[in-house]
């Protein structure tokens, strides 16, 4: 079965710290995987994808994610986290020719100042 | 450019109701999808259009109905509400055809609570 585990559900960490939020699929073809971002009352933001290629891909706000085929896994990382950055976050996983993507449970994050 | 807009933003509705949500994509947009997101859990496809036509269907019952209108705007439909219902709809729009899962724009959503 298709299935995308997002293991942590809170993750708190200070400002300026580093940051990694874990995800693991599951997923017969091979996989499209994505990291949203969703702020208290909004939709969701696109922060990074990956399709083929360079297994390290660069988002925006700074953010990076490492697709490991061997693990299953795409782990969000980010170098020194801002207390902006507090929201919640969500991995994605979808295939070609379909906008059917299924989604996490989502990893809500809590800045300390 | 507007992005993604839905109406409205929240609902208060009661069992056994009827609900209709809108959605207009972003100009030049002609795929919409819709996702439910309930409370502590990541959003659930439910239905894709293309240039009105269906294209993907999530597993919703058949209380949830859903359409494309020429200008590819969009509206959901719930017919029989129940409790389990409630939660956030978040639509998306993109430019082109399910090719790649890619260029899908959220809009802010309608919270629909069943009372």
């Known amino acids: 079965a298709q299935s995308v585990t997002q293991p942590d559900i809170h993750i708190t960490v200070s400002e300026g710290a580093s940051l990694e939020l874990r995800c693991n699929y599951s997923?017969?073809?091979?996989?499209?995987l994505f990291w949203y971002v969703q702020s208290p009352g909004q939709g969701l933001q696109l922060l990074l994808k990956y399709f083929s290629g360079d297994t390290l891909v660069q988002g925006i706000k700074g953010f990076e994610a490492e697709f490991k085929r061997s693990q299953s896994s795409f782990n969000l990382r980010k170098p020194s986290v801002h207390w902006s950055d507090a929201a919640e976050y969500f991995c994605a996983v979808g295939a070609a020719g379909t906008y059917k993507y299924i989604f996490g449970t989502g990893t809500r994050l809590k800045v300390l100042a | 450019d507007a992005g993604v807009t839905q109406s409205p933003t929240h609902l208060i509705k009661t069992r056994g109701q009827h609900v209709t949500l809108r959605c207009s994509p972003i100009?030049?947009?002609?795929?919409v999808s819709w996702y439910q997101q309930v409370l502590g859990q990541g959003p659930q496809f439910i239905f894709q259009?293309?240039?009105?036509?269906?294209?993907g269907r999530g597993n919703f019952p058949d209380r949830f109905s859903a359409r494309q209108f020429p200008n590819y705007s969009s509206e959901l439909n719930v017919n029989a509400l129940l409790l389990g219902d409630s939660a956030l709809y978040l639509c998306?729009?993109?430019?082109?055809?399910?090719?790649?899962?890619?260029?899908?724009?959220f809009g802010s959503g309608t919270q629909l609570s069943v009372l």
């Open positions: 100009s030049g947009h002609k795929s």
């Open positions: 997923y017969g073809a091979t996989p499209y």
């Open positions: 259009y293309y240039e009105k036509e269906e294209r």
């Open positions: 998306a729009s993109s430019p082109d055809p399910p090719i790649g899962p890619e260029k899908l724009f």
